[in-house]
């Protein structure tokens, strides 16, 4: 079997991976990427051309540190690629006024300083013509926000790592990782590579690591729709947001969830059921499902976005893993210090995938980041006095 040596091995060169890669690359390190599909790959939680960018955070103040690192990294890959990846439209929520998350969607913004509009009733119809606006809605705009073209952003991170001479492996499935020595062994079924350092950064495929730091990993694949619009223009228009909806008040038949995009191509829109299908295994094989899946998020359109044929002409299929408590574990494993698992990210880590990179690289190197990640501590699982000497990778 063949040996290799590097001074980072990143196992998983995803979305996390694929920035990683350019940042330990870019402090000048020996880096080899590695992971089971083609680099970039068709399989991975970034496919489907766009994510959504968010500042004013509902899910708490607690991730504005690492928004604001990771808002300022995508606009240095920007200037290195020469490509735009982070497209700041603005983001507009809609939830009706009795939504429990509006209350800490506002904490957000107000305890961080971070600058939103509130608006209701016809103010908020004559900015947002495209949706359906009711008298119980109150919209929060994030002038902030906006979206990231996910898989540019990936291909440019990994072409600034291979400029400086990162070397990546794809289509070899990675067996396990542990010590060696001073060091550590990342044994796949091709080669064996050794290293100081080791990022683990698996994506979907991070079942057995996330067994081993004691929790399951829920691999949930989701539908993403585009739709067309009855007047085109209406969903081009400069000033669009990127838009986040939930309709969840008593008395409806069911809850609302979906989120979408200014229209990318001049005639559809993205517009995408925060559902998903039932928990697979693997990506390995993509996913079967049933047409009738798409009945809600046609519902949801006719409804809600009446500018649109509730028909999709498009449908793509992507995966998250998925952890009980939805928020990653993101760290060094217990036990072994040059070993860092990144995983889990429960559909909304795309957004802060570039400081997540640096992070890894400041933790590695320097054993302390300056932006606070101690709420992803991946130990969390365990308990305190777990120690680890391997990890299973598969």
């Avoid at 619009?229 to 309709?247: G, I």
């Amino acid at each position: 079997m063949t040996a290799l040596e590097a001074d980072v091995v990143i196992v998983g060169v995803g979305s996390v991976g694929s920035m990683a890669s350019w940042q330990f690359a870019s402090r000048g390190l020996r880096v080899i990427g590695i992971d089971r599909f083609s680099i970039p790959g068709p399989f991975s939680a970034y496919a489907g051309e766009s994510r959504i960018f968010r500042k004013v955070y509902a899910e708490g103040g607690h991730y504005t540190p690492l928004l604001q690192r990771s808002q300022d990294l995508w606009r240095e890959l920007e200037k290195i690629s020469g490509t735009q990846l982070l497209n700041a439209t603005g983001a507009v929520t809609i939830y009706d006024e009795h939504n429990p998350r509006l209350a800490s969607l506002i904490a957000a913004g107000e305890d961080h300083g971070l600058a939103y509009d509130l608006l209701l009733g016809e103010e908020a119809r004559a900015k947002y013509p495209e949706h359906l606006i009711r008298d119980t809605d109150v919209t929060i705009f994030d002038p902030e926000g906006g979206y990231l073209k996910s898989e540019k952003a990936v291909i440019a991170a990994l072409a600034e790592a291979k400029r400086l001479g990162a070397t990546f492996l794809g289509n070899r499935k990675a067996r396990s990782v542990e010590k060696y020595g001073d060091r550590y062994i990342v044994r796949t079924d091709q080669e064996e590579i050794i290293a100081s350092r080791v990022i683990v950064s698996q994506g979907n495929g991070a079942g057995a690591v996330c067994k081993e730091l004691g929790v399951h990993l829920a691999v949930r694949p989701q539908v993403l729709t585009w739709f067309p619009a009855v007047d085109p223009s209406t969903f081009c228009r400069e000033d669009m947001p990127v838009f986040l909806r939930r309709a969840e008040e008593s008395g409806r038949s069911d809850n609302a969830q979906f989120y979408g995009f200014p229209s990318a191509d001049g005639w559809t829109l993205k517009v995408v059921a925060s559902i998903f299908l039932d928990e697979v295994e693997s990506m390995e094989k993509p996913p079967t499902w049933d047409p009738r899946h798409l009945d809600t998020i046609r519902a949801w359109v006719r409804e809600f976005i009446p500018g649109l044929i509730p028909e999709p002409v498009r449908v793509a299929t992507c995966a998250d893993g998925h952890v009980p408590d939805t928020t990653a574990l993101f760290g060094t494993v217990p036990g072994m210090e040059g070993v860092l698992v990144a995983t889990g990210f429960s559909g909304h880590g795309f957004k802060m995938v570039s400081a997540l990179g640096a992070i890894a690289a400041d933790l590695l190197l320097d054993g302390t980041t300056a932006t606070d990640v101690s709420f992803m501590n991946p130990e969390r699982f365990l308990g305190p006095a777990a120690r680890l000497t391997s990890l299973a990778l598969s």
